[in-house]
Each structure stands twice: as structure tokens, then as C-alpha cells.
């Protein structure tokens, strides 16, 4: 996603095709304005704020997820899911997003529409998955190739209900035996971080939470509530 004052454009990447999408309503104004609010030069508000209080001002929170989810679909993906249409690319796909400009911290895949009295949520159709850039995606994809172990910690504390079945599912993907699993009251950030360096993949059902003053104290929460910060995996 790449944009002005004005506009922006969405690059659409399939096996065999590259093409632009314009966004004509959505450029850098528009970006800022969900962010930080229609005042953004004085004060801070949009989903930056909502999410910084959204413990204490969980409605505003909610009421935020509502227009942000919205717009996103209406000004990004409905033109980009028009162009992915053309190409073939049929619901029930995968798609990675690229965070640019932004757009890092705003729930690309919370994007909803309305359909008849409901809400149809992109997440409904698609798979969407985030990578930070096309080269991570890429080695990532060879170093999960081989048959190595891979970690899953599950639920750490007792308060997802369906972490078992997404467990399972995660485990039909991988060969017998090649998954260690953390469960509950086991997955404390020092098994954890003991078992990492030896997985090739980690796949954790948990709870996590952004710091905004300091981004590389955002964690997964695990046993206990126990963060395991970005700045503890950096070094991994």
C-alpha cells in the first residue's frame, strides 16, 4: 500500500500476475484520520486512542472496531477484492497483508460489510495472514520446509475455550510427532523460551497486547499472565 494526500494504490501479487489497485478515497488524510482522530494535530483519538484505553473504555473500543472494520472494507478491500475476482481468486483463499504507512496496527482483518440485516466479516471469506515483507514470508516458508519440530503452546491460561480444537487442527498439519505441545500452566516463559531455539515453526493460542510507548515491550501473555516481550524473541 502506497499513497499521498490524495490516494493511495494497493499492489495485487498472485503466482503468475502483478497489479495495481487504486484506492481513490483513501490516501494519507483518510489513513491518519482512523488512526488519530479528525484533530489529529492537536490530539490524539481514532483507533489509537480507543485501543490504548480499551481496557478501562472497552465500549469506545468496540464502537472503533465497528468504523474502522467498515471503512477498511469499503475503501481497501472492496477494490482489491474486485481486482482478485478478475484474477481468479475465489473466497475461501489465502491472503497475506503487507503492513505499510501505518496500517500495521489497524485490524485489516476485522474489515466487514453489510449484508441483508447482518454483517459479513472479511475473516468469513478469506484467510488473512500478516507478514512484515515479502523476504520474511519467504524465509520463513524454507526454514518451516523440513521435518523439525514444532512448538505449540496452547491456552496458557485456561481462558480460550476453543484452543484445543485449533490445537488439533494445527497438529493435522504436521507430521506425527513432530510437534512439542505447552499447555496451560506448563507454557511458562521460561519453558518457552528453553524450547524455541529448537522449532522450526511456534504457534501460540493466546492473548497478546501492543505497547504503544514502547513497541518492543509488546508480548504474548502466557502462564500466569506472564508477558514473552519482542524484545525477549529479537535475540532468537
Known amino acids: 500500500l502506497a499513497g499521498h494526500q490524495a490516494a493511495s494504490v494497493a499492489s495485487v501479487v498472485t503466482a503468475s500476475v502483478t497489479a495495481v489497485v487504486h484506492l ?14 479528525d484533530d489529529s494535530l492537536h490530539a490524539l483519538g481514532g483507533w489509537m486512542l480507543a485501543y490504548a484505553f ?27 477484492l474486485e481486482k ?13 497483508w503487507f503492513p505499510q504507512a501505518g496500517t500495521n496496527i489497524l485490524p485489516m482483518h ?12 472479511l475473516i468469513e471469506d478469506f484467510a488473512i495472514r500478516y507478514a ?3 523476504r520474511a514470508l519467504l524465509f ?3 526454514q518451516n520446509a523440513g521435518s523439525a519440530q514444532a512448538l505449540l503452546v496452547c491456552d496458557p491460561n485456561g481462558d480460550l475455550p476453543f484452543s484445543s480444537m485449533e490445537l488439533a487442527w494445527v497438529r493435522r498439519c ?16 521460561v519453558e518457552v523460551l528453553t524450547a524455541l531455539p529448537r522449532a522450526s515453526l511456534a504457534h501460540f493460542s493466546t492473548h497478546a497486547a501492543f505497547d504503544l510507548q514502547d513497541p518492543f515491550q509488546s508480548s504474548l501473555f502466557l502462564a500466569g499472565r506472564q508477558p514473552l516481550t519482542l524484545d525477549q524473541l529479537l535475540p532468537l
Open 24 to 37: 481513490p478515497n483513501f490516501g494519507r488524510n483518510e489513513l491518519d484520520t482512523l488512526l488519530r482522530g
Open 110 to 121: 476485522a474489515a466487514w460489510r453489510a449484508d441483508r440485516a447482518e454483517r459479513r466479516w
Open 174 to 189: 504436521l507430521p506425527d510427532g513432530a510437534a512439542r505441545v505447552l499447555s496451560g500452566k506448563a507454557a511458562t516463559t
Open 132 to 134: 512484515p515483507s515479502v
Open 54 to 80: 480499551r481496557n478501562s473504555q472497552f465500549d469506545r473500543w468496540l464502537d472503533q472496531i465497528d468504523v474502522v472494520g467498515t471503512t477498511l472494507y469499503r475503501e481497501i478491500w472492496m477494490p482489491v
Open 140 to 142: 520463513g516458508a524454507r
Open 84 to 96: 482478485l475476482a478478475q484474477l481468479g481468486i475465489q473466497p475461501g483463499a489465502e491472503l497475506v
